[in-house]
């Protein structure tokens, strides 16, 4: 067997232009798919975590409907002590009550109608970002206080700054007349303008006074260790919810279906572009070992006729293939990796990404991701699609007849 | 004036850990409408005078004129131009460019020197039948013997009216019917266009045929015979 | 010329000598130009119903504002120009269709909710051309005059409010004094919109209620200029220009809109960056074959070199059998791309993946649409990168010594 693979390895480098031409096909596809897949996943996670650390949380509970509908009265009665319960059996401090409800905002000379988040000052830091972005004033305190935080835009559309009062009016849960005024105590800037335009925070205890929610709010949000932990955190949510409740666990793709599918459409044009890549890798393979397999029709033709089999020298074929192609994973592999590990640290960015990056909460600059799945998926299905690529050529050596062979000149 | 001067050439390879002296202080002269032989065992040298007096191949030292110009200091390019327009050559295989047929093949030497179309169809068409192979003209060089392929190769030589024809080994490959054939035709060729004709070889059909003999070894000249008296 | 044609019948002849090679390289060129201009009509298709669906919301290829308008969407920023005076001033050659409108930020109030709205008031019959729906397809009907009492909103904003055709809604604003300014309406239509953001975004009154509501005169916040073609907007822009005159802020939609702007040049950025990827996987095997070509003609080389062929020729003729392979490669790939968009030119159905369409602010329908000029890049890119790879090959086969190359074995 050993000198089988002294025999292969000898015969690829024959023609070691030939050889490095091709596997540098291999290597520049593998390198290109190893940086392009781990740049994807990185943008892909950076999307779902930043999408999902607004407001969202990998899962929240809602009456049914609500999610759809956001009506006031779709309420989660006793969601204070709900949230505790949850806090309880999850034993973990990454669980929010919140109360939702669309209100008037005025200010001396401009009115919005704008959302407002009753929030739990105290856990909502937690599973949301926003009160680390609350760059100027601070964030929530008093559960019952009169405050407000709310995003940059939206003060500079009021013309109010961090201190003054503004007055918030719309309508509570049984649809009667609600109306507060209260103090601005800290602006965000999320960088997101539809966020920054049109929310913002006050205390859920106060929120729960002003819209007379009787105790009730809109969502509990939740956060559990990772994406893929989700199921097993629904199932331990369930349990603490109240037996004659109709209220319903919504995981973050539900609460967010374009955010799944996004990222989908976004995958099925990358993974269209990657065949094509592999598909060009692959044509320059076969031709290649058509090459290789042609010229040396003569001698082949030489070693069957001395009663070696073209199984055999099928399997030699292949095995040089399998060489080139190992050689190609292995150098762009490093290569990829080399490349992408620069960028994870510095960062890509490009004319455009400033937009981008704006309308869908990303940062200016995108850091690849590496790990086995980035760094190996792409190359080993170029190695498949080579192999492949071989067995026409490895084939082609069962029809021919040791004379004929040797009679080419 | 001479149609081929030599002066003290030699020329000095390296095989190995070996110098060979391939031209050791040749010198010769060929008068216009000479037909030599050189002949000389492998490595005698032979291959190497001939390159050198087709420009082939530069010398270490010493002077080549063809037709009393001196060539062994000619640019590149300048060479090429020679060798397109005063020398014919016939090489012992691959003579033949495998993807033209054999009026193409004929007709190329003079197509890059630029004859019009129906001018050289005339001339390809009427030296394929001095050479005997009328017929053939749309063959490729794979639908043919060997002996065919050489009579093309002689045809592209001569075609052009150059003044020197230069021919190396060009029997080595064919049997001795057809040799004597090739022979037969290049002597014809020398009595009808006054070319000067060398053909390199050791057969010793070809040293027959020729009218001056002339013999190598270790590139040196060791014997030079005139044959027409003989 | 006479030496021309010897070169390119040689190059020709030489390409079909070892023809599979030569399919094979044909096959790959086709299939690397096919991706190259499928994948760019795909793109420029989205980027084309993504701008146009937008330009149709926002809408207006050219838009004139107040200039504090775009700061502080508001009342006060309104602009005094009436739509009689731009009527009259107006050069209509390149603009298709124009409008004035009255828009500012309101609220709207059911009896059950309330929730933020853009009011528009228009002028039914200029806003025809303009709309993003189809008046006769609105549920209802649509205004049908500048002094219409009625109210047309969206589909799902209906559905939220828990209105419908035929009740009423309140409107609800500030004058320019900063009072309350407000106005109930009786629904009369409801239009559909390619997203459900759209659909919750716009209301419609007639202008001249809209001006009484608001107290404003004659004035009205937005005027917009639509041409043909959103790629050319200049000359709709020195339309604008002399229509409404000086002092007030004029700009075109990608001013208005960066996030489409920046969209523009990615694509266009990417379309190149993707043909030279493509071309560039193309190009080993382009190599490859050049090399094992003349390679494998090293012999014949020398004797043309020794016949007195000069070695740009011997160079040209390389390049010549390169650029054939490559036009050959060029005309299948092109003929390809034409063969698999066109029929797909009426719509590809990508409503699995619909929201997450949304999200990048596309629809769930695909339009590939074939430019002549994207075919055209991609062709001269590889033409000349083809020229130019093919160049090293063709150069080392014209520097052989005749007398080396014609002895090689």
């Given at each position: 067997m050993k000198i089988v693979f002294r025999l292969a390895w000898r015969n690829l480098w024959r023609q070691p232009r030939r050889t490095w031409l091709t596997t540098g096909a291999m290597i520049f596809a593998n390198m290109l798919l190893v940086f392009m897949i781990s740049l994807q996943f990185g943008m892909y996670s950076l999307m779902i975590d930043n999408a999902l650390q607004v407001f969202t949380g990998h899962m929240q509970v809602q009456a049914p409907l609500y999610n759809d509908e956001k009506k006031m009265r779709q309420t989660v009665p006793n969601i204070v002590p709900l949230a505790n319960a949850i806090r309880e059996e999850l034993q973990s401090d990454k669980v929010a009550a919140r109360g939702w409800a669309f209100a008037l905002a005025s200010s001396d000379d401009r009115s919005f109608g704008i959302g407002i988040y009753g929030v739990e000052p105290e856990f909502e830091n937690n599973v949301s970002n926003i009160p680390g972005l609350t760059s100027l004033g601070r964030y929530l305190g008093d559960n019952d206080a009169a405050e407000i935080v709310m995003g940059s835009v939206l003060a500079r559309n009021l013309h109010v700054e961090v201190g003054d009062e503004i007055t918030l009016m719309g309508s509570g849960v049984d649809g009667s007349f609600a109306a507060a005024v209260v103090n601005i105590v800290g602006i965000f800037d999320s960088g997101v303008t539809d966020i920054d335009r049109n929310i913002a925070e006050i205390p859920l205890g106060f929120f729960q006074d002003t819209f007379f929610m009787e105790g009730a709010g809109h969502q509990v949000v939740v956060f559990g260790d990772g994406l893929a932990a989700v199921p097993e955190l629904k199932s331990r949510v369930q349990s603490v919810l109240p037996g004659d409740s109709d209220l319903v666990m919504l995981d973050w793709d539900a609460l967010q279906p374009g955010l799944k599918q996004a990222i989908q459409a976004d995958m099925s044009s990358a993974f269209f572009m990657y065949f094509v890549l592999v598909i060009l890798v692959s044509f320059s393979v076969l031709n290649t070992q058509l090459m290789s397999v042609l010229e040396r029709t003569r001698e082949f033709g030489i070693v069957m006729a001395l009663g070696l089999k073209p199984g055999k020298l099928g399997r030699l074929v292949i095995l040089e293939t399998a060489m080139m192609g190992l050689l190609g994973v292995v150098l762009g592999v490093a290569a990829g990796a080399l490349v992408t590990a620069w960028f994870t640290t510095n960062g890509l960015a490009f004319p455009g990404m400033d937009e981008m990056a704006a309308k869908f909460n990303l940062p200016a600059r995108m850091y690849p991701q590496i790990n086995a799945l980035t760094l190996l998926a792409g190359p080993i299905t170029v190695f498949i699609f080579t192999m492949l690529a071989s067995i026409y050529p490895a084939v082609r050596l069962h029809w021919q007849n040791p004379v004929d062979a040797m009679r080419v000149a | 004036m001479s149609a081929v001067r030599c002066v003290d050439l030699c020329k000095t390879y390296r095989q190995g850990d070996q110098d060979i002296k391939a031209l050791d202080h040749v010198s010769i002269e060929i008068d216009k409408g000479g037909f030599v032989c050189l002949s000389a065992p492998s490595g005698g040298g032979k291959t190497t005078l001939l390159n050198a007096i087709g420009g082939l191949d530069i010398p270490d030292s010493g002077e080549v004129y063809v037709d009393g110009q001196r060539i062994d200091n000619l640019s590149k390019g300048d060479l090429a131009d020679l060798r397109l327009r005063q020398i014919g050559f016939v090489f012992q295989a691959y003579n033949l460019i495998p993807v033209l047929t054999a009026q193409e093949n004929v007709e190329f030497v003079m197509q890059v020197q630029g004859v019009a179309t129906s001018e050289r169809n005339e001339k390809a068409k009427e030296i394929l039948k001095e050479v005997g192979l009328e017929g053939l003209e749309n063959r490729r060089p794979a639908e043919m013997s060997g002996g065919q392929q050489q009579r093309v190769a002689v045809a592209r030589a001569v075609a052009s009216r150059p003044a020197l024809i230069l021919a190396d080994e060009p029997t080595a490959n064919l049997d001795s019917k057809t040799s004597d054939g090739l022979m037969e035709l290049f002597t014809e060729l020398n009595e009808n266009h006054s070319s000067t004709f060398i053909i390199a070889s050791h057969d010793q059909r070809v040293m027959n045929y020729a009218k001056r003999l002339v013999r190598m070894l270790d590139g040196r000249i060791v014997e030079d015979i005139d044959q027409r008296a003989a | 010329m006479r030496l021309l044609r010897i070169l390119f019948r040689l190059a020709w002849r030489n390409l079909w000598r070892n023809h599979r090679r030569t399919i094979i390289m044909l096959g790959a060129i086709g299939v690397g130009v096919w991706a190259m201009i499928f994948m760019t009509a795909l793109t420029r298709g989205m980027v084309d119903q993504m701008i146009v669906d937008s330009i149709g919301v926002l809408p207006g290829h050219v838009q004139v504002h107040h200039p504090d308008y775009q700061d502080d969407p508001s009342i006060?920023?309104?602009?005094?120009?009436?739509a009689d005076d731009i009527s009259e001033r107006?050069?209509?050659?390149?603009?298709?269709a124009w409008a004035s409108r009255v828009r500012v930020p309101a609220i709207i109030t059911s009896e059950r909710e309330s929730r933020g709205v853009t009011l528009l008031g228009v002028d039914p019959e200029a806003e025809r051309e303009i709309s993003f729906f189809d008046y006769d397809e609105v549920d209802g009907r649509f205004l049908t005059d500048v002094n219409d009492k009625g109210i047309v909103i969206g589909k799902k904003l209906a559905k939220t409010l828990e209105t419908e055709v035929g009740k009423r809604v309140v409107l609800m604003s500030q004058d320019p004094d900063n009072e309350i300014a407000d106005r109930g309406f009786r629904v009369v239509g409801l239009y559909t919109a390619k997203t459900k953001a759209v659909e919750e975004a716009y209301a419609y009154v007639g202008r001249r209620t809209a001006q009484t509501m608001l107290r404003i005169g004659d004035a009205t916040s937005e005027v917009v200029f639509l041409g043909d073609d959103y790629r050319n907007v200049d000359p709709i822009y020195d339309v604008a220009v002399s229509a409404v005159g000086e002092g007030l802020s004029i700009r075109p939609w990608y001013d208005i809109d960066t996030y489409l702007g920046a969209m523009l040049g990615v694509m266009d950025g990417f379309v190149l960056v993707w043909v030279v990827v493509i071309f560039l996987a193309l190009s080993f095997g382009l190599v490859n074959t050049l090399v094992m070509a003349v390679f494998e003609r090293v012999r014949e080389i020398g004797l043309m070199l020794a016949l007195g062929m000069k070695p740009g020729s011997i160079l040209g003729q390389i390049v010549i059998e390169s650029m054939l392979l490559i036009t050959f490669g060029l005309a299948i790939g092109n003929a390809l791309a034409w063969a698999t968009v066109v029929p797909l030119e009426s719509g590809i159905d990508v409503s699995i993946v619909g929201d997450g369409m949304e999200m990048w602010g596309m629809s769930s329908m695909l339009y590939p649409k074939l430019y002549v000029s994207d075919m055209v890049l991609a062709s001269s890119v590889v033409l000349l990168l083809g020229f130019l790879a093919s160049l090293s090959p063709a150069w080392r086969a014209s520097r052989y010594e005749p007398v080396e190359a014609i002895t090689k074995v």
């Open positions: - | - | 006060s920023n309104r602009m005094l120009i009436s107006l050069d209509t050659g390149a603009v298709k």
